[in-house]
């Protein structure tokens, strides 16, 4: 698993391989989330935020 974010600049992808996880655009190292490349913070996981599937009310 590598970064698959094109770096237009340099003609190449990222290709980082640490901490990539798989987003909606592919896989993607921290540097190159969605979110960063928007240049917002990442949502940190927490309360309100927590994985798998939720009670319904
Ligand atoms: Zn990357």
Redesign the pocket.
């Known amino acids: 698993m590598?970064?698959?974010?094109w770096?237009g600049s340099e003609r190449r992808?990222?290709?980082?391989t640490r901490d990539?996880r798989p987003y909606l655009t592919g896989l993607?190292?921290?540097?190159?989330t969605p979110r960063a490349l928007q240049g917002l913070p990442e949502i940190p996981p927490g309360p309100g935020m927590a994985p798998g599937p939720h009670p319904a009310p």
């Open positions: 590598s970064c698959g974010h770096i992808h990222c290709g980082a990539v993607r190292c921290p540097a190159h």
